[in-house]
């Protein structure tokens, strides 16, 4: 059971909006500590693709945006492309584990 | 430019040890941490470790504390990470990536991933 909760699986046309959420607590989300997003192609290492809850690394098209409120946070891809289909992650900071904490993953499907 | 580049793929008995290397370029390796995620067959991203390269202080996942180290070598860029007592759920592959787990702004460069396989 991973200490952040995301959805095991979402899906969306070529072309729409999804979102993946990524539920934590008062002891990480909650507690302010920031949020990164990490997207993983099939065989490859993950890359990063949100980091401190909204911001975009360089190269990393503005399709991909996210947003925090309390203690989730949220992660949007507009204009849904074939090449989107990958698992995604969130990670932060636990307090109380004293350590780095990721979510189980979501795997985008592209209709 | 940027980059991570780990070790070769190692297969080990149950109750051995592995060391894995990730040697960096194109940065100043002792201003960025180094943090270890692994991740099992099929399953999720797990976080291992963080280490700062600059003063060696380290912080290990509880799952894991007390059987692996982290060590840096600053005079050749390189990170190291050390398992001992290997079991078979220590099969994963194994990354590097520059930055910590509490920073503000990611994991922002990953190694290539080095595959462990424990089998008798």
């Known amino acids: 059971q991973s200490v952040l909760t995301q959805p095991p699986s979402v899906s969306g046309a070529p072309g729409q909006r999804v979102t993946i959420s990524c539920t934590g607590s008062?002891?990480?989300?909650?507690?302010?500590?920031?949020v990164h997003w990490y997207q993983q192609l099939p065989g490859t290492a993950p890359k990063l693709l949100i980091y401190?809850?909204?911001n975009r690394p360089s190269g990393v098209p503005d399709r991909f945006s996210g947003s925090k409120s309390g203690t989730s946070v949220s992660l949007a891809i507009t204009g849904l492309q074939a090449e989107d289909e990958a698992d995604y992650y969130c990670?932060?900071?636990?307090?109380?584990?004293?350590?780095?904490?990721f979510g189980g993953g979501t795997k985008l499907t592209v209709l | 430019q940027v980059q991570l580049v780990q070790s070769g793929a190692e297969v080990k008995k149950p109750g051995a040890s592995v060391k894995v290397s990730c040697k960096a370029s194109?940065?100043?390796?002792?201003?960025?941490?180094i943090s270890w995620v692994r991740q099992a067959p099929g399953q999720g991203l797990e976080w291992m470790a963080w280490?700062?390269?600059?003063?060696?202080?380290?912080n290990y996942a509880q799952k894991i504390q007390g059987r692996v180290t982290m060590t840096t070598d600053t005079s050749t860029s390189t990170a190291y990470m050390e398992v001992r007592s290997l079991r078979s759920d220590d099969t994963a592959v194994y990354y590097c990536?520059?930055?910590?787990?509490?920073?503000?702004?990611?994991?922002?460069?990953w190694g290539q991933g080095t595959t462990v396989i424990v089998s008798s």
């Open positions: 990670q932060s900071y636990d307090s109380s584990l004293s350590s780095g904490v």
């Open positions: 194109g940065y100043t390796f002792i201003t960025y941490d």
């Open positions: 008062s002891s990480n989300i909650g507690a302010g500590y920031d």
């Open positions: 280490i700062s390269a600059n003063s060696g202080s380290t």
């Open positions: 990536a520059r930055g910590s787990s509490s920073g503000s702004l990611g994991m922002d460069v």
């Open positions: 401190g809850n909204n």
